[in-house]
């Protein structure tokens, strides 16, 4: 099966600064790659997401990129605000051809002001 | 509103006791989800249903038993709860397999 690896575990950044998160996975058949950001005491919300057929996608100050040759993709998050302190998620899935997303462990991100 | 739902949102039990947690979705999803998160924030999926039917059942003690009466719902009844099914349970839908889930609130479960 799937097996996502998220990296770092923990993150501490200066407010104004960026913040990248990196994840690998092991199935050359997943073609769906979600983010969730979890605030505490929340639920797990999608941020953003990216399919294989494109390599970088972006939203305000979040963008995502995609290496299918490598097998890995990573969240960027660009002028950092305290609001941006959560736990987030990779996934990866083959889409339509699975029943479930295989998470990663989680990066805590603390963004200091 | 639409969004999934669960209830309740605090449990706190006994060893040994027999609970259930209830979900609900009124997003017209065929597929639903149960996921334990622990302590250390990993996200665990536990079952996956589809139009009622159970998909996924990833290795999880046969004390844990889901039901879907229909395909708004899946519940999850536990018996003899133990010290380690302490979590935070999540039910999450999604309109398409594979695809986004949408998450509801959650479920904190404390076995004493």
């Known amino acids: 099966g799937e097996n996502v690896e998220q990296h770092p575990s923990t993150l501490s950044v200066q407010e104004g600064d960026s913040a990248v998160i990196k994840c690998t996975y092991s199935?050359?058949?997943?073609?769906?790659f979600p983010w969730y950001k979890q605030e505490l005491g929340k639920r797990p919300q999608l941020i953003i997401d990216i399919r294989s057929n494109v390599g970088e996608k972006k939203d305000q100050r979040i963008a995502v990129t995609l290496n299918k040759t490598a097998k890995h993709f990573s969240l960027h998050i660009t002028e950092t605000q305290p609001e941006d302190s959560a736990v987030y998620f990779c996934?990866?899935?083959?889409?339509?051809?699975?029943?479930?997303?295989?998470f990663g462990a989680g990066t805590t991100v603390t963004v200091r002001a | 509103d639409t969004a999934v739902s669960q209830t309740p949102k605090y449990l706190v039990t006994q060893m040994g006791n027999d609970k259930s947690i209830k979900c609900e979705q009124n997003l017209g999803h065929d597929t639903m989800y149960w996921y334990k998160q622990d302590s250390k924030k990993f996200l665990k999926i536990m079952f996956s249903y589809n139009n009622k039917e159970l998909i996924i059942n990833e290795t999880v003690p046969n004390r844990f038993s889901p039901k879907s009466p229909d395909k708004a719902h899946l519940n999850l009844h536990i018996n003899s709860l133990e010290l380690g099914d302490s979590a935070v349970y999540f039910c999450?839908?999604?309109?398409?397999?594979?695809?986004?889930?949408?998450f509801g609130p959650g479920t904190r479960l404390t076995v004493l």
């Open positions: 996934a990866a899935s083959r889409g339509s051809n699975d029943y479930k997303l295989s």
């Open positions: 999450a839908s999604s309109q398409v397999r594979g695809d986004e889930q949408f």
């Open positions: 199935d050359s058949a997943s073609n769906y």
